[in-house]
């Protein structure tokens, strides 16, 4: 038998004539719609909201093709009823699967471009999008007081009544730095409520661009507060006033959060790299420092109980304690206190400060103490962790048995001094940072195996494991969905014909309102299936599927009741 082509021509003509131009009219209205809000929040000026339509209407195809080609399907077949085309062509012999072949293999072929954007070109242009309104964090700053309005970014909210843009080029390393006054800023714990305020009469913002930082991660950038006169209050009610204090926050890179933003195969790569996210890579960085601290702790036990001193440097300085050992651990969270346990010879804790001049000669000062300790810091907020040693000593005196007439019974005892910010040789987070998610998890395994139960330990584990498993299910959540959006192009398109060729007597609108709410439904259960992967497992991607198969097999039925009739 001939193959009809000329019908197949005519018909695929008709067909992809509709869906080109019903796709343009949807994908410049969403594209529209899209720019709106961030040209009204000052995020976008009037030319920029142009280019950002164009740039958005690429990824808006993933939507408007599954209607547009439905839509498109829907028309094309419903005049060939119309006009009797189809029953002329059962007149000469041809079946209802050779009437549907231009539908089928137009669907296979949108399938598969939907399913290569989805894979590749969407991604790199909805990070284009995401750039262009979240890239200029001084615009954005400036707009946004200028209207009255509060700039919320990750962890912080910051509200001014005035704001202007500085000479940032005396700043090393700055992009732009900004005068605010009347300032309020508030910092956010995880759960999003007020962890720290400040209240400030003026605020000098100081933004860094961003880069791969081995201790946070792949940010964004970096963003400094030099307040100049104010108030910091926190959660506890206490205050403090401030005076020219500087502090910075991390601006986490948006690129590096979400797996929407990737590509295929940047998808593939996160099942061996998973910290490539900023979540993950944050909790991984948390897991090294806690980590750190037991390897240094132990270190330091180690030495004193084996050869009776240990080692710390600073700046210029080397401070070797020499003491019976270690014990203790007081504490809350990530600030703990060890005790030094004094030496039996003299029932002290001896301290032996070494520092080099400029000329390179080194000075020696000794101490005896009744009473040191080690207090080990690793910062309050666990996205920037900092390991840091500082030496108390309480109840002690100078020391120097070499000076002339010097009697230790006689020499001024002080209340006490510290040394902050000291580290030991081989600094075991410097190693530690260096690993991978998986190889920290199974070396605090074995760690926890051989010292015993660590509950602060576990906890940071277990939480850097709960995202590790969180991502892998995202990232299978957002494969199904690409796929599922593109399989949805061709159920939708056969679905939309064979309504058409089933209600021969119905108005176009109300054939495609049979194919139109159904498909919305698919696109819903795509949504909330994804997002349910997410969070619950793959046991929810039958949700997924689920109203692309719906579809299916509603077509499949309205295939046996047209080939009936």
Request: glycine share 6%; aromatic share 6%.
């Amino acid at each position: 038998m001939r193959l009809p082509w000329t019908l197949w021509l005519s018909m695929s003509i008709e067909f992809w004539r509709l869906v080109l131009l019903t796709t343009a009219v949807l994908v410049t209205v969403v594209a529209f719609a899209l720019a709106v809000k961030p040209l009204a929040a000052g995020q976008l000026g009037p030319v920029e909201a142009v280019t950002f339509m164009l740039v958005a209407m690429p990824p808006m195809l993933s939507y408007a093709l599954p209607f547009a080609s439905c839509f498109g399907a829907t028309l094309a077949y419903h005049r060939m009823v119309t006009d009797n085309e189809v029953v002329a062509a059962h007149a000469a012999g041809l079946s209802h699967r050779a009437v549907l072949a231009p539908a089928i293999l137009s669907g296979v072929a949108l399938a598969i471009v939907l399913a290569l954007l989805n894979a590749q070109i969407i991604p790199r242009f909805v990070r284009t999008m995401q750039e262009m309104v979240a890239d200029d964090l001084a615009r954005v700053i400036v707009n946004k007081i200028e209207s009255g309005q509060p700039v919320e970014r990750q962890d912080m909210i910051i509200s001014a009544k005035t704001a202007r843009v500085l000479d940032a080029s005396d700043t090393p390393g700055a992009s732009t730095r900004l005068w605010l006054t009347g300032v309020v800023v508030v910092m956010l714990n995880e759960q999003r409520l007020p962890e720290h305020e400040v209240f400030a009469d003026a605020v000098q913002v100081t933004l860094i661009p961003g880069g791969r930082d081995p201790e946070l991660g792949d940010v964004a950038g970096q963003v400094v507060f030099q307040v100049r006169t104010g108030i910091a209050l926190a959660r506890d009610g206490t205050e403090a006033s401030v005076s020219d204090l500087p502090f910075a926050r991390p601006l986490p890179n948006a690129f590096r959060d979400d797996p929407g933003f990737l590509t295929t195969q940047e998808l593939a790569a996160l099942d061996r790299q998973p910290e490539r996210m900023n979540f993950i890579d944050w909790r991984r960085i948390d897991l090294a420092y806690h980590l750190a601290s037991r390897v240094m702790l132990r270190r330091i036990a180690e030495d004193l109980r084996l050869g009776g001193s240990v080692r710390f440097q600073r700046e210029g300085e080397t401070v070797v304690v020499r003491a019976a050992g270690l014990r203790g651990g007081e504490g809350e969270g990530s600030r703990r206190e060890y005790r030094l346990r004094p030496l039996e010879r003299s029932e002290r804790v001896e301290v032996e400060v070494r520092r080099e001049d400029d000329s390179g000669v080194a000075n020696l000062d000794t101490f005896e103490a009744h009473r040191a300790t080690l207090t080990l810091d690793l910062g309050e907020d666990w996205r920037t962790r900092k390991l840091s040693l500082d030496l108390t000593l309480r109840n002690f005196a100078p020391t120097d048995l070499a000076a002339p007439g010097f009697d230790e019974r006689t020499a001024p005892i002080r209340s006490s001094t510290e040394w902050t910010g000291l580290t030991v040789a081989g600094r075991p987070e410097a190693e530690l940072l260096a690993r991978s998610s998986a190889e920290l998890l199974r070396e605090t395994q074995e760690w926890l195996g051989r010292v015993g139960p660590d509950p602060e330990l576990a906890l940071t584990a277990d939480a850097l494991r709960r995202r590790v498993v969180q991502l892998s299910r995202e990232v299978d959540g957002t494969r199904h969905a690409r796929l599922a959006m593109a399989f949805s192009c061709l159920v939708m398109i056969v679905g939309g014909a064979l309504a058409a060729m089933r209600l021969k007597q119905a108005q176009p609108l109300v054939i495609y309102c049979w194919a139109f709410f159904p498909a919305i439904a698919a696109l819903v259960t795509i949504s909330t299936g994804k997002e349910m992967v997410h969070r619950a497992g793959l046991e929810w991607l039958a949700v997924l599927w689920g109203g692309v198969a719906a579809i299916a097999i509603l077509g499949l039925l309205s295939f046996r009741s047209v080939a009936r009739s």
